[in-house]
């Protein structure tokens, strides 16, 4: 292998993916220089994405007539929206993240051996999923800027000015400032990886908490596995008060490319063009999915939590502590959830499979309606 599966790697290549994004927040014990470095950088990308969404809103906006040309538009500016909000969204939730990232760097180089060989399972069942998103990211990026080069139009992104764009040096600061805009836009993927690996993470912690409720002999260790419970509910809470708008806007975004984009797919238009919107909204399906996974395994762990203390063998010989085991057991029979009432209901692969059904009905739909038009 060319790169080991282990908790410090996985870290690492998530804080170099957020580079980009800057969402992944220093710690209290960062420097002066680096904290300027940060909010430079942060600053400098939020501001290339606005100045980039803009002219996309306004061609969506000239081209209301023309319904090809409005939904490319307002596709292209709806993923281009992501990178923004979700930078101002981790902004907002800066000293939040800036704790549960410390958290868990912290506990993975104290991990006991037993610990760091259920990480690295983790990280082998969902790792290549993450790289491959990362890796596609990037090719897109690249494919996006080079386009104009073999394509008949001039910018890497579908954009309008007021204002004439073909006289030098404008032409070639408004290439410059696309790219740099879609180069940034890579950093999408990465705030819907950084939730995923907290939610790992914490799913982790609790299927290690059930083996250590499996394992109580004694009164004393039942209440520090208790203590360790209630603190990971607390830990759980503030991953998703934390994320669950960043997430809502994924379920938003990619709710929107895909109505925009089924009408390229569906539509009579040119391979090239359908080829490039299956492969969108296959894209924000796949990051859909990467929260999803680890959502749905997280409710999976909470309960079993008390699955886990009811097979332990202690519990049968212990009369005094039968109230405490009993509060135990019916929490962990209310999972933690990601849900936005109106927005995202609780996200889950049963969430994500219904998304996927209605992505499908929705494109036989308008097919039906394309060919009536048509006709």
């Known amino acids: 292998m060319l790169f080991k599966a282990t908790p410090e790697f996985a870290i690492a290549f998530t804080k170099l993916t957020s580079i980009l994004g800057s969402s992944w927040p220093h710690y209290k014990n960062a420097t002066k220089c680096q904290l300027i470095v940060f909010n430079i950088k942060w600053w400098f990308f939020w501001f290339m994405s606005i100045t980039a969404f803009l002219p996309m809103c306004y061609a969506a906006y000239n081209n209301t007539k023309n319904i090809l040309s409005f939904t490319k538009s307002l596709c292209d500016a709806a993923n281009c929206s992501q990178a923004f909000i979700k930078m101002l969204l981790c902004k907002i939730h800066y000293r939040k993240l800036q704790f549960l990232f410390y958290e868990m760097e912290k506990y993975v180089e104290q991990a006991r051996a037993n610990e760091r060989e259920l990480f690295i399972s983790y990280i082998k069942r969902c790792g290549r999923l993450h790289v491959s998103i990362m ?117 938003v975004m990619c709710t929107i490319a895909v109505i925009t984009s089924g009408v390229h797919i569906v539509g009579k238009e040119p391979l090239a063009d359908k080829v490039t919107s299956v492969i969108l909204s296959t894209g924000l399906s796949a990051v859909l999915y990467l929260c999803a996974w680890p959502a749905e395994h997280l409710a999976q762990m909470c309960e079993n939590v008390g699955a886990a203390l009811y097979c332990s063998t202690w519990i049968k010989n212990s009369k005094e502590s039968n109230k405490n085991i009993f509060i135990v057991i019916q929490r962990s029979q209310k999972p933690e959830t990601i849900q936005v009432p109106g927005i995202l209901p609780i996200l889950s692969l049963t969430y994500y499979a219904t998304f996927l059904s209605k992505t499908f009905s929705y494109f036989t739909t308008l097919r039906v309606v394309l060919d009536k038009m048509e006709d």
Not at 163 to 178: A, K, M, S
Not at 192 to 206: N, S
């Open 135 to 251: 890796i596609s990211a990037v090719m897109a990026a690249v494919i996006i800027i080079i386009a104009p080069i073999g394509m008949p139009q001039p910018f890497p992104n579908v954009a309008e000015y007021p204002f004439p764009v073909d006289g030098h040096p404008t032409f070639e600061i408004i290439y410059l400032q696309q790219s740099i805009a879609t180069i940034h836009c890579m950093s999408i993927p990465v705030f819907d990886c950084q939730i995923a690996l907290l939610l790992w993470y914490a799913g982790a912690r609790l299927e290690l908490l059930g083996d250590e409720f499996r394992k109580v002999t004694d009164n004393q260790q039942f209440v520090a596995c208790v203590k360790k419970h209630q603190y990971l509910l607390w830990f759980i809470q503030e991953i998703i008060m934390s994320s669950r708008h960043i997430l809502a806007t994924t379920v």
